[in-house]
């Protein structure tokens, strides 16, 4: 749980980064992209646990 | 809230079922921690670019991810 969090404080600190630099992001650059990452890993992990 | 982005939920929803299902690679973490460090990063990306509105980003277009530009709303 530590380690996610602090996986998350850094995960900011890069995105932060990369636009204070104006370096390209390794995520999509607006939140809508970035929810539709997670909407597939939710779609994924849910039909993982149904097909179990 | 748009309906595209619904739209969009819901065919990511059933790309990643899918992807399941057939056993093929999905093309996200297929962890939720994973994913929700990719919301970070986007998170910490958006709010500094609000922070930074004298200073604009040149490399939006070339981060990873769609931008949810079109063609027509290229400049």
Same mark, same amino acid.
């Given at each position: 749980m530590t380690l996610a969090l602090l996986g998350l404080v850094l @995960?900011? @600190?890069i995105g932060a980064?990369?636009?204070?630099?104006?370096?390209p992001l390794p995520a999509p650059p607006k939140l809508q992209g970035a929810l539709l990452v997670v909407a597939m890993t939710v779609g994924f992990l849910v039909s993982d646990t149904l097909l179990r | 809230m748009?309906?595209?982005?619904?739209?969009?939920?819901?065919?990511?929803l059933a790309i990643g079922a899918g992807c399941r299902w057939l056993g093929v690679p999905v093309p996200a973490p297929p962890v939720l921690v994973g994913a929700l460090l990719v919301v970070a990063m986007t998170s910490g990306y958006t709010l500094t670019d609000k922070l930074m509105a004298s200073r604009p980003a040149r490399n939006t277009i070339h981060c990873g991810g769609p931008t949810g530009d079109t063609r027509e709303t290229r400049s």
């Amino acid at each position: 749980m530590t380690l996610a969090l602090l996986g998350l404080v850094l @995960a900011l @600190a890069i995105g932060a980064g990369c636009r204070v630099l104006d370096i390209p992001l390794p995520a999509p650059p607006k939140l809508q992209g970035a929810l539709l990452v997670v909407a597939m890993t939710v779609g994924f992990l849910v039909s993982d646990t149904l097909l179990r | 809230m748009n309906w595209k982005f619904c739209v969009g939920v819901l065919l990511a929803l059933a790309i990643g079922a899918g992807c399941r299902w057939l056993g093929v690679p999905v093309p996200a973490p297929p962890v939720l921690v994973g994913a929700l460090l990719v919301v970070a990063m986007t998170s910490g990306y958006t709010l500094t670019d609000k922070l930074m509105a004298s200073r604009p980003a040149r490399n939006t277009i070339h981060c990873g991810g769609p931008t949810g530009d079109t063609r027509e709303t290229r400049s």
